[in-house]
């Protein structure tokens, strides 16, 4: 019986609807870098808290020293001093001055601060020698933030600059998405897990080493597995993964061979398949679906068939599920460096190449995948050319993601 297909960016778009994000947790801010935030959150407070100022000198009246010149010094009187945390217990009248350092509250009656480096100090008074318009070296109440504005949407990734962000707004915990619990399962009687003997004709398990890495880039906790192509033992394993943990990926018999048990095992388990088999390639095998209601990818087990069908299916809807706003890659827009032509114009083909620099955008030259593993490893870069389209022209700009 002929396998239905389904395109490319409609597994995606199924992907990303079926998948609702785990739910939250509250954590102090230091644990909260890279994470995804669960809910938009506003400033509870105006950073700075008041006006204060940007420099070490003196606050002042403009209006007194508007005239002020090296020819013709303005003198002021000094009554006080003001630091960041200490500020003057006293008001500034006409001929006046206080003592500023950088980070203080602004006194009252004052609107500029003078630089040290245009006043000289002559015992209590200053001989001032340059002007400041109102507003000079003044930080401006709420110019950093203002209370009441947002911050950060949710789904947004809290990079260590957003973590500041959020301490000067008055938060010292923030609630952000559970990251996901992910159990990998690698089938196949020819897999050995890395570090063990070498038997002839079999091969090491790379492919569970690399999805286990690239969860590993996006905060995801993994367990794995490594079965023999026994169903019963296939069976037992993401039964009880699916128990246990947030989602299931499978690598390895998703083809529809006498020993590709997989997909056979998870129909015997009641999954809610969504798909199986994509018009794309790398990676036709991909399929994914629900089982008690939590995501299963089934990934086919060559080398650039399973990192195109994780990077391009598996992977957005774990970032889905972990909370991320954009659950993709990280992208750019890239020159081609040679023609490109796809095998069959009814499917989504991706290519994988490597990335230099050029004089408006990186230079992408595709790489050979004659040797698989050497080209997955040198990758830097991945661009689709899309169904429909036969063949991309050398120099053309186009959309590629990051890989590295």
């Not at 070490?56 to 508007?66: L, N, Q």
């Not at 009248?93 to 009656?109: C, E, F, H, V």
């Not at 196949?188 to 790379?206: F, H, I, M, R, T």
């Not at 990192?307 to 020159?335: C, D, E, N, R, Y």
Request: charged share 20%.
């Amino acid at each position: 019986m002929k396998k239905v297909q389904t395109g490319y960016a409609e597994a995606l778009r199924v992907t990303l609807e079926t998948i609702t994000p785990l739910s939250s947790e509250r954590l102090s801010l230091f644990e909260c870098s890279d994470r995804i935030l669960a809910s938009e959150l506003y400033s509870q407070v105006c950073s700075p808290s008041t006006d204060a100022s940007l420099k070490d000198g003196y606050a002042v009246r403009s209006t007194d020293i508007e005239k002020a010149s090296p020819k013709n010094k303005v003198s002021l009187t000094v009554i006080g001093t003001a630091a960041a945390g200490l500020p003057a217990n006293t008001a500034l009248s006409g001929g006046d001055a206080i003592r500023i350092l950088t980070g203080a509250k602004i006194p009252d009656g004052a609107d500029a601060v003078v630089s040290e480096e245009f006043a000289i100090l002559e015992g209590e008074c200053i001989a001032v020698f340059n002007t400041a318009e109102p507003g000079r070296n003044i930080l401006p109440k709420g110019a950093d933030i203002e209370a009441g504005e947002l911050i950060a949407a949710q789904g947004s990734r809290l990079s260590p600059g957003m973590i500041g962000i959020f301490a000067a707004a008055g938060y010292d915990t923030l609630p952000v998405h559970r990251q996901p619990g992910l159990a990998i399962i690698a089938t196949g009687d020819e897999l050995v897990a890395p570090g063990q003997p070498l038997p002839a004709g079999k091969l090491y398990a790379s492919n569970l080493e690399m999805l286990k890495s690239w969860c590993r880039r996006y905060g995801m906790q993994t367990t794995f597995s490594i079965l023999k192509d026994r169903p019963d033992l296939i069976t037992a394993t993401i039964d009880e993964a699916i128990s246990t943990h947030d989602a299931v990926i499978t690598s390895g018999g998703a083809w529809a061979g006498d020993r590709d048990f997989v997909a056979r095992t998870l129909s015997a388990l009641g999954w809610k398949k969504c798909f199986h088999w994509v018009r794309m390639g790398p990676g036709k095998p991909v399929g994914f679906g629900m089982l008690r209601d939590k995501p299963v990818f089934l990934l086919p087990g060559g080398p650039p068939s399973n990192l195109t069908a994780f990077l391009q299916i598996a992977l957005p809807g774990l970032l889905k599920l972990g909370g991320h706003g954009k659950p993709s890659l990280p992208g750019t827009m890239v020159k081609l460096v040679r023609h490109l032509t796809c095998r069959q114009i009814d499917w989504t083909e991706f290519v994988y190449g490597s990335l230099t620099d050029g004089e408006r955008h990186p230079l992408f030259t595709p790489l050979r995948m004659s040797s698989r593993l050497k080209a997955i490893a040198r990758a830097e870069g991945v661009i689709a050319i899309p169904e429909g389209v036969k063949s991309l022209p050398e120099g053309a700009v186009v959309a590629a993601q990051l890989l590295r």
